[in-house]
């Protein structure tokens, strides 16, 4: 073994024993009552022998090989998954230099975390995944040189030192990047089909985020070590209007524990730092109040009801650009409807009379009689099944076009009475909306006069149709061009400000989402 107890880190003072007197003891820690991260003249320079003898204990000897040993215990013990807690092992493993310990004590950045720890409820997040209780302890036992067998100096050092990295790196990330990923969530929900060989999930989470990466974690180490804890803690709070406004609904007193607990859900939606629009037109629909918003200039032009998908095809959070829109559209049946609905009928033409289905060919466009296909074929890429446009559509006489891999898009319906419905999850996963027409005046530069009568006439143009009998009319499908393409942001909001007052309405959760987040908020 070695004869010689080594400082904290290299830089780290010790008083060595000659022969038989005592081992190295390690007293800067224990005189110095304040942490402070300047540099001070060397305090110990009349210390003598004698005055330390009455402090011979094992309790107060420091070596940087406890240090580490006792820092691998506690990273080995911890079975982390998460990123940044992953990390922080590796810094530790690797034997990096220490962060929060040095020759003159605990860093005073030490308090200044501790306190935006202590803070943590007023921004919904519950201290103990900060490891507060233990590192206030910790603390307190440095600053009163309060130890034995079990809280030795070693032991407590390293805690402060190892755990002090960890949940400032959880702080820092969480505030920049939330503390709840919403892909790894959202998108690992809901299982979809029956492949044995590969679990495929259905995407319920498709909005872009920013997410935390190696350069934001170097960034953090950064701060500790030139002192800007306080700085890089207020840079990564988050800057937007909606998390100011929950933050500050949070902070009043007269709350329900049920209000509490829906705002700083809420909150945590607010760090994903979602690319929303803060100007210029938008449109906005939040599911939960299952209502579509457009607003110019951060002013409400127009609000309407919607319906949104089903509790089995729940409407996906995502965003894109609406460019244009087709008027009198056909609906072309995605492939998992026709596997859920349709293949069982297969040979009754009744029923696809009953539904104005048509099953076309790709290639020629030729109509294929049901009682000709096979299940093969409708769920195969050479047939399409087709429903007429017309009243009769599921799609309405508009819909609204954006690109999006899940085949969601706003539309009209054919079915109004839905509307008069508290709780509206009736579609397959798109977006039905009670006034359709409003919605394309307001893309259509807020509906001048030559706008609004060129959506009329393509609705009222008829043409014949070379598939149906002769002289039976119907509605020409037309494309127009929204330009510039509009900003869609398709949210999902339980709480939130009202645009024309500003207090804080709650709605239902009506997919079930915030028992997720909050359960994963308060993992420790």
């Known amino acids: 073994g070695r ?36 540099k001070h003249a060397y305090p110990f320079k009349h210390l003598s022998y004698e005055d330390l003898r009455p402090l011979k204990k094992s309790d107060y000897i420091v070596s940087k090989q406890k240090l580490d040993f006792y820092i691998d215990s506690f990273r080995l013990s911890e079975r982390d998954t998460n990123y940044v807690d992953i990390v922080t092992n590796w810094y530790y493993a690797e034997r990096r ?4 310990i040095s020759r003159w004590g605990i860093s ?15 921004a919904g997040l519950p201290e103990q995944r900060f490891f507060f209780y233990r590192l206030s302890e910790n603390l307190h036992r440095m600053k009163e040189r309060d130890f034995d067998n079990r809280h ?8 402060l030192e190892y755990y002090l990295t960890k949940s400032y790196l959880r702080y820092c990330s969480g505030q920049r990047f939330g503390f709840v990923n919403p ?14 060989l590969r679990i495929r999930y259905r995407t319920l989470f498709g909005m872009p985020i920013d997410a935390v990466d190696k350069k934001f974690l170097s960034q953090a180490f950064k701060s500790i070590r030139d002192g800007c804890v306080n700085q890089f803690l207020n840079d990564v709070r988050p800057k937007n209007t909606l998390y100011e406004s929950f933050y500050e609904e949070l902070q009043h007193r007269n709350l329900t524990n049920s209000q509490r607990r829906i705002l700083s859900i809420n909150l945590e939606r607010s760090r994903w730092r979602m690319k929303l629009a803060q100007e210029g037109r938008f449109v906005w629909v939040n599911l939960p109040a299952q209502q579509l918003q457009a607003f110019e200039k951060n002013q409400q032009k127009l609000s309407m009801k919607i319906c949104l998908g089903s509790l089995k095809n729940k409407t996906p959070i995502l965003s894109g650009t609406i460019k244009y829109m087709d008027l009198n559209p056909y609906w072309i049946v995605p492939k998992s409807i026709v596997r859920k609905d349709i293949i069982a009928h297969i040979g009754d033409t009744a029923y696809f009379a009953r539904k104005h289905f048509k099953i076309l060919s790709r290639k020629t466009g030729s109509v294929i009689s049901p009682l000709e296909v096979t299940e093969e074929m409708l769920l195969g890429d050479d047939y399409i099944v087709r429903q007429e446009n017309g009243n009769i559509n599921s799609l ?9 891999p899940y085949s969601i898009y706003l539309h009209d319906s054919n079915n109004k009475e839905a509307f008069n419905r508290s709780l509206r999850t009736v579609s397959h996963g798109c977006i039905r909306l009670e006034h359709p027409y409003e919605l394309a005046e ?33 509605k020409v499908q037309r ?4 330009a510039p393409a509009v900003p869609l942001f398709i949210v999902y909001y339980t709480a939130f400000p009202c645009a024309t007052n500003g207090r804080m309405q709650y709605y239902p959760d009506i997919y079930d989402y915030d028992d997720l987040i909050w359960h994963h908020l308060n993992v420790k």
């Open 3 to 38: 004869s010689q107890n080594y400082a904290i880190n290299k830089g780290l003072c010790s008083l060595i024993s000659m022969g038989r007197l005592f081992g190295v003891l390690f007293m800067m820690f224990l005189l110095v009552s304040s942490c402070s991260d300047d």
């Open 396 to 404: 309405g006489k508009i819909i609204f076009r954006f690109p999006n």
């Open 97 to 100: 230099p220490y962060l929060w």
């Open 152 to 159: 030795t100096v070693s032991r407590t050092l390293a805690a």
């Open 442 to 474: 307001f893309l259509l530069n807020n509906g001048k006069e030559k706008e609004t009568e060129y959506i009329r006439s393509a609705l009222e143009d008829t043409s014949i149709d070379e598939n149906e009998k002769e002289g039976t009319k119907r």
């Open 183 to 196: 892909n790894k969530l959202f998108n690992h929900l809901e299982q979809i089909g029956d492949d044995t």
């Open 108 to 122: 005073k950045q030490a308090d200044t975390l501790l306190q935006k720890f202590a803070e943590a409820r007023k």
């Open 479 to 482: 494309r127009c061009l929204v």
